[in-house]
């Protein structure tokens, strides 16, 4: 009788800790950066959404500035101590999961709900390293008033380079401190043109770089072109004087600008002319930038099924998505984008459309695992250009053989 | 000081000792013992710590027979080359100033404290205008001598001596203070036997006042050269490390090299390179201060 | 006759001496001006060509929003840098100075070896000890307390070289006197050493208030709890958001500086006490 009481007991016992266990809400931490600051109420209601559907889970949000993100992420991580699901952008994702510091997440969210484009972006060799959130793209940007004051008409989506090289000139030309165009002479911008003319940095495999490809240097002609010589379109930097581009613009000193829809809501507030976008113009095709924000699970995490719950529910839950597209917040990366029409219509500026032409033409930055080292590398010559005499060969070739040197592949 | 060496001087001793020494071992020591072991593996940031190899000397020959290394050594010691006379003669010199008294003295006191509390984000704009090299304040005053100045920033070779110039006025205040109280540590009544010879200000300044001041001195110039070699935020925000690899230092190298690039292992190697360099330098200071220093009361 | 000869050339002397001072204030003060100024711009450009010292439009927007600002409170992290500040102060200050005491006056066999180790620690950067750190934190369960931020300024090893130099100048006389009549080192550590190095001794407060005021980095890791976190956390989190926003990031960095601004007036008197010996001639 005793041996049935106390085995009766201790099954209530088991049983009780195991509900109690069950009944426990799981807490998640969530390392976030895209939304530090001005999108920090919409974060937490999505958050506070998820938390609703979900009340065994909770989410344990640590917000940081842009800025010091990485540096944080990155010492948690090396210190053993990463969080459960963290935020990444595209540039730095590749650094992350080609060391393996993100979990495998295939099978654990519906792939359907994403665009196909944003998946291929977050998978390799078949499996899902991350979920897409978020994305932006960057587009030209012009002054409407400064077009008209130079008597051109304005760009659409059939213009190529040749023609903004007309225009910026015709706009220069309207006085000495009127800039015709802007677009920095950087690592980013240059893998990413030399799409648009069939170039690249390295070749297929990715076994070799193939930076001084005469399709490049066609490419870097065409900007020194813009920032050299007497009647140069592009201000240098010495020129910008510690003014951002940005400012330029909204100053109404620019004509056109290469920059992201994130100016949007800056732009409309500061600017006191017309303005409006096109897709960028191409080379032999467009090419333009995708930027997209993912989150990936740490694979230390314990709580790996809770945490792919979580993001899954950040990138297509519709309350969620609703919430972002109510606050302008960068964009959805789902699948239906009948659910944009609302994004469309909000002006400034009148051709939003051209947001979404751009991910048509989306360049992904190069799977590079060394890619700190070699935009590094590549930074350093293509800054100093604009000051010196350097031809877009020159300066090609010398990058190349400094990153053959380096041994980065 | 002679105290006999009783137990009880022993157990002060250790008192007074004991709580520096513990956050030293514990949050210096430590750390700095995990970093040598660093630098000789193989070790990226990111990815689990068991996947650290054993690479030998491998990160030091990388970096010392690679091409930026004399780079970086020459910008490090450009810089503090400039820095060190220019901080002396300005701390000092400001400090005696301050040491006066006159009208309006506390108001050109806090003045002159103002570029310490300066953000080093707003500094470097105020900055990078005065020495922009069309129309900067520096190149149009120096157009009135007929001197066309450079592109400081933005040109290779002037873009430190420009980092100098705003390290020195952001720097200045700080090292001002730490003379100004030794200055006002100095007792009257040393100058009483010079004012009766009917010395001049030049002579008590050589003869009483620099050597009284020597030990706080002495420290100047160690802790210079030992956060000067190891300058940073000043470079990051003016050029960061521009243009085209103009400005790179030790310090520069070392954060990308270990938070951009994830190589924790190199990082903590160059960081040993930097420590025999100022280790180096600092025993040499240390060597000659008994030709200088006067720590007689 | 020796008045009028003399005269002429004290002005000369004094109206170049405020020249000169003229000429050093304008150069010091030129970036706070304008970080000040530019606070008080609204919507309109900061960053013009040449630069706007007076605001066209002034108006209290800037600091507005940094009191308002979403998610973190102003007011808040004020307080929780305040309370940092200051423990890690009286930490950092208290121990170094017992340490440069010993360093100074107390040698004993070796001791001139762990001073050397000291200045030693400082040469390596901390950007390669962060991790390190890091993980020591975490092993102590230090982690995102404030215990975890306080305990590393034990180590302050340019807080004991500067004293130790100020304590070296000071004459063992008094101290091995009072010695004799009986007194404790404890006694004469803190009746006697300390006064004696006052100035210095206010300056550090000020240099290790202003460190701890300042310190960004490592807070930033270490705190994850958004009702921990710092001041200056805080506002650096608001220069991603408000990068085109600049007069706000400057309302900040204006607002920031009001608490070292307090505390260097009130060091500054007591450098400027010098040394109060008293009786002791």
């Known amino acids: 009788m005793k041996k049935t009481v106390t085995l009766f007991l201790v099954l209530v016992l088991a049983l009780t800790l195991t509900v109690s266990a069950l009944a426990e809400p799981v807490t998640i931490t969530y390392a976030h950066f895209s939304g530090a600051g001005a999108q920090e109420e919409t974060l937490k209601k999505m958050i506070a959404v998820f938390e609703e559907k ?33 935020e990444m952008n595209m540039e730095n994702y590749l650094a ?86 802007y677009q920095p002479i950087s690592y980013n911008e240059f893998y990413k043109s030399v799409k648009g003319n069939g170039g690249s940095l390295l070749n297929d495999d990715y076994t070799a770089f193939t930076v001084n490809s005469p399709e490049n240097v066609a490419v870097l002609d065409a900007m020194l072109k813009r920032v050299r010589g007497e009647n140069h379109v592009q201000p240098t930097a010495e020129e910008m004087a510690g003014r951002g581009d940005w400012d330029l613009f909204t100053e109404g000193k620019l004509g056109m600008i290469i920059t992201g829809i994130w100016a949007f809501p800056t732009f409309t507030e500061k600017c006191s002319f017309d303005w409006d976008i096109v897709v960028e113009p191409g080379y032999a095709t467009k090419s333009t930038f995708f930027f997209a924000n993912v989150n990936c699970v740490s694979p230390s995490s314990e709580k790996k099924e809770a945490a792919a719950k979580f993001i899954d529910a950040m990138g297509s839950d519709p309350d969620i998505v609703q919430l972002r597209l109510d606050a302008s917040w960068e964009l959805p990366t789902i699948a239906d984008q009948s659910k944009l029409t609302q994004y469309l219509e909000v002006t400034p500026p009148a051709n939003r459309a051209a947001v979404f032409d751009s991910m048509d033409y989306a360049a992904a930055p190069p799977a590079l695992k060394e890619s700190g080292a070699a935009s590094e590398i590549i930074g350093n010559v293509l800054s100093t250009l604009e000051m010196n005499d350097i031809s877009a060969q020159e300066a090609l070739d010398d990058i190349q053989s400094q990153l053959e040197d380096a041994g980065l592949l | 000081m002679y105290i006999p060496n009783t137990a009880g001087k022993r157990r002060a001793t250790a008192v007074f000792l004991l709580p520096s020494m513990i956050g030293v071992v514990v949050f210096c020591l430590l750390p700095i013992l995990a970093s040598a072991v660093f630098s000789v593996m193989d070790y990226d940031l990111l990815m689990p710590m068991n996947t650290m190899k054993y690479v030998g000397f491998n990160n030091f020959a990388r970096i010392l027979t690679g091409s930026e290394f004399p780079k970086v050594l020459g910008h490090t010691f450009t ?55 069309k129309y900067g304040l520096l190149n149009q005053m120096l157009s009135t001598f007929g001197i066309t100045g450079p592109a400081w920033l933005n040109s290779k070779e002037w873009a430190m001596p420009g980092i100098v110039l705003a390290a020195v006025w952001k720097d200045t205040g700080y090292y001002a203070l730490m003379v100004l109280a030794a200055l006002k540590s100095i007792d009257p009544s040393c100058y009483e036997a010079a004012d009766i010879d009917g010395a001049n200000g030049l002579r008590k300044l050589t003869r009483i006042t620099l050597p009284l001041i020597s030990p706080t001195l002495f420290l100047l110039i160690v802790i210079n050269i030992i956060y000067g070699l190891q300058v940073f935020d000043s470079v990051l925000i003016m050029t960061n490390g521009g243009p085209g690899g103009a400005t790179t230092v030790f310090l520069e190298r070392i954060y990308k090299y270990a938070f951009k690039q994830y190589k924790m292992g190199l990082a903590s190697a160059y960081s040993w390179i930097l420590f025999a360099l100022i280790l180096i330098f600092t025993a040499i200071q240390f060597r000659l201060q008994r030709k200088w220093v006067n720590y007689d009361a | 006759m020796m008045r009028n000869a003399i005269a002429p050339r004290k002005f000369i002397r004094g109206t170049l001496f405020y020249l000169m001072l003229i000429v050093i204030i304008l150069c010091t003060i030129l970036p706070f001006a304008w970080m000040v100024s530019s606070s008080f711009k609204g919507s309109e450009a900061i960053r013009t060509i040449p630069i706007r010292w007076i605001p066209e439009r002034p108006t209290l927007e800037g600091y507005e929003r940094v009191f308002n600002m979403q998610g973190f409170s102003f007011a808040r992290s004020s307080l929780n840098s305040l309370i940092l500040a200051i423990a890690c102060t009286i930490v950092a200050v208290g121990s170094a100075t017992m340490a440069a005491f010993v360093f100074s006056k107390l040698p004993f066999k070796g001791s001139g070896k762990i001073f050397g180790l000291y200045l030693a620690t ?54 091995e006197s009072a010695y004799l009549d009986g007194a404790s080192l404890y006694r004469i550590f803190f009746q006697i050493m300390l006064p004696m190095v006052m100035p210095t001794l206010s300056t550090m407060i000020l240099l290790s208030f202003m460190g701890s005021w300042n310190s960004y980095l490592w807070p930033l890791i270490v705190l994850t709890s958004t009702d921990k976190q710092t001041l200056q956390v805080v506002l650096g989190n608001m220069n991603g958001m408000y990068k085109n926003n600049e007069h706000v990031l400057m309302a900040g960095a204006v607002l920031t500086i009001l608490p070292i601004l307090v505390v260097y007036l009130v060091t500054q008197r007591y450098v400027d006490q010098g040394i109060s010996l008293g009786g002791l001639k």
């Open chain 1, 54 to 86: 979900n009340p065994d889970i909770k989410i344990d949000l640590q917000i940081t500035g842009y800025d010091d993100y990485f540096t944080k992420l990155a010492t948690t991580v090396g210190g053993n101590n990463a969080p459960d699901v963290f």
């Open chain 1, 96 to 181: 992350y999961m080609l060391r393996g510091a993100c979990a495998d997440l295939t099978g654990m969210v519906n792939a359907d709900n994403y665009s196909a484009g944003t998946l291929e972006a977050v998978s390799s060799d078949g499996k899902l390293y991350a979920v897409p959130m978020s994305f932006s793209t960057c587009i030209l940007i012009y002054n409407k008033a400064l077009f008209d004051q130079a008597g051109i008409a304005y760009p659409n989506n059939e213009w190529t380079w040749a023609d903004i090289q007309t225009a910026a000139e015709a706009i220069k030309a309207l006085g000495d401190d009127i800039w015709g165009f």
């Open chain 2, 79 to 133: 810089y503090l080359i400039l820095y060190l006379p220019l901080i002396l003669i300005t701390s000092v010199g400001q400090a005696l100033i301050l040491n006066k008294s006159f009208k309006g003295h506390g108001l050109f006191r806090t003045i002159c404290y103002t570029p310490v509390i300066t953000s080093w984000v707003a500094a470097a704009v105020v900055w990078q205008w005065v020495l922009s090299g």
């Open chain 3, 122 to 175: 400082m040469m390596i950067p901390g950007t390669v000890t962060m991790v390190p750190n890091y993980i020591i934190l975490r092993t102590l369960g230090l982690l995102d307390t404030y215990t975890g931020l306080i305990l590393p300024s034990l180590a302050n090893a340019f807080g004991v070289f500067l004293m130790r130099q100020s304590m070296m100048s000071v004459n063992d006389a008094y101290m």
